[in-house]
């Protein structure tokens, strides 16, 4: 099974995640690549996409984007929303935030991924998200590579 992970980070926090999600897959004999969503914001707030992966490669996508005013970060609703489909594909999807609760803003915005990813005929696995200025920043790390092992 062929796994993309597709991303987009600003800081490098939803990153760091990716790319452990990734190394965890591969020692578990998954085929496991990472691809990155590159995008540009004007000083109105409209958003030039640079890098759009493809996912038709894919037998499973992943989608890890940071949370940006309570929402999924307009950059990779932007890319998402440009998807033709995702008909029968297994996914699933993270963010990164830096408050400390999902229910400031996490929530809402993987609650967005997979709206759109039901829109593109995809199916959701899992979901999740990490608090990242939180105390348990680390085990909701572990416990989402664990739960999206499966995918």
Partial sequence: MKIGIIVFSRTG????????LKTFLSDSGKDAEIRRVQAEVDKAGAV??????????????????PVHAFSLCPQMKAYMSK???????????FTTQFFPFSWMGGSNATGQMARIIKEKGGIVFAKGNINW???RREGQIESLIKRFADI
């Fill in 13 to 20: 926090n939803t990153l760091s995640v990716a790319q452990r």
């Fill in 48 to 65: 030039r996409l640079v890098e759009e992966p493809e996912t038709s490669s894919f037998d499973a996508v992943i989608f890890a984007a």
């Fill in 83 to 93: 998807i033709k489909t995702l008909e029968g594909k297994r996914t699933a999807c």
């Fill in 133 to 135: 200025s939180g105390s």
